[in-house]
């Protein structure tokens, strides 16, 4: 290792993810690294578009929402011509490691990089969904979850005043942290995930015994869910209940913004150190991941091979506080 270090923000973004820049490239430094800091993700990595980050480079970003390298979704990384133009790149400035802050996609090109090539990449969980395999926590997750509540708890307070059904969309294509755990904390009545089967079932059986007691019901629907989206799904419902007033909201990318959480802060903080202690310990192809409060290695081979979702036990929990038996 020749402690030339490449850093990288890759697929959606997550609020927290200038956190982990900034602990990367102060850990790196201060360990005698030279960090580059490699602006678009992937596409710019295959561009070049890669400068050298000094420690006032990273000074007043922990606060602000997004990532300051800038972040894309590549096709051209999924190829193997796209994975040797960045090879080149890295090799071109004698950069020998790199750390990817990004989801399931960034780490599927990650480990292929690292497989193909002599890069070793570190990955860092950032995405809002919170559902790669190995941690129990991705960067980005606590913030979007607040601001998803936040949103619900105001729909929530027209809902209530006019006796109405709401069928909010929240992200997660593949998962449902996000609509589980927002229904959890908003008192909500239902949440649709991409994990179940049969929701729309579950939809008409709780809006068939729903009376004037119920103030307002809130529905949450992931975009991912295997019955449609938010509107699909409402759509179908009116349909069925063609009496009941329904109204749809959908969060969409807001989801993203804003100032990251303390929480979000600080785990994307000692995640950026334990990269850079993990380069030192020369460990190969691993992602950070976080359990029981403490920082561990994952293998990315892994953390791209497997999935991790939301079980049913944990719905039937959340959905059951969410309304009362007469
Ligand atoms: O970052 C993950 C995620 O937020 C998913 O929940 C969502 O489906 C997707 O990103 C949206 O991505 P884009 O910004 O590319 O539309």
Redesign the pocket.
């Given at each position: 290792m020749n402690r030339k270090t490449g850093i990288l923000t890759s697929?959606?973004d997550?609020p927290g993810m200038n956190a982990a820049i900034r602990a990367v490239t102060r850990a790196g430094i201060n360990n005698g690294f030279e960090m580059f800091g490699v602006r678009k993700g992937y596409t710019g990595l295959m561009a070049g578009d890669i400068f050298r980050l000094e420690p006032l480079d990273v000074s007043g970003v922990i606060q602000n929402g997004g990532t300051f390298l800038q972040t894309s979704?590549s096709e051209e990384f999924r190829t193997v011509a796209g994975r040797r133009r960045a090879y080149e790149q890295l090799h071109e400035r004698g950069i020998d490691s790199l750390v990817v802050i990004g989801?399931d996609g960034s780490f599927t090109g990650a480990n292929l990089l690292s497989m193909e090539t002599d890069i070793n990449v570190i990955g860092i969980p950032g995405?809002?969904?919170n559902d790669l395999y190995g941690t129990d926590y991705t960067i980005g997750y606590d913030t979007a979850l607040n601001t998803v509540v936040q949103a619900i708890d105001k729909i929530k307070d027209t809902a209530n005043s006019h006796n109405r059904v709401f069928f909010i969309e929240v992200?997660?294509?593949d998962a449902g942290f996000i609509a589980m755990n927002s229904c959890v904390a908003c008192g909500a009545e239902v949440a649709v995930i991409p994990e179940e089967d049969n929701q729309l079932e579950k939809v008409r059986k709780h809006l068939s015994t729903r009376d004037d007691k119920n103030r307002s019901t809130i529905i949450i629907v992931a975009?991912?869910s295997k019955e449609g989206d938010a509107r699909t799904v409402s759509e179908q419902i009116q349909k069925d209940f063609p009496n009941i007033d329904i109204r749809l909201s959908i969060l969409g990318?807001m989801q993203?913004g804003g100032s990251p959480s303390a929480k979000d802060r600080i785990v994307a903080s000692y995640m950026g150190i334990a990269a850079i202690q993990a380069l030192l310990d020369n460990q190969k192809s691993i992602m950070i991941g976080w359990k029981n409060e403490q920082p561990v290695h994952v293998p990315l081979s892994k953390v791209v091979k497997m999935n991790k979702q939301v079980s049913h036990e944990e719905v039937l929990c959340a959905e059951s506080i969410g309304t009362f038996q007469n």
């Open positions: 697929g959606g997550a979704r989801g995405t809002i969904d992200m997660g294509r975009e991912g990318h993203r």
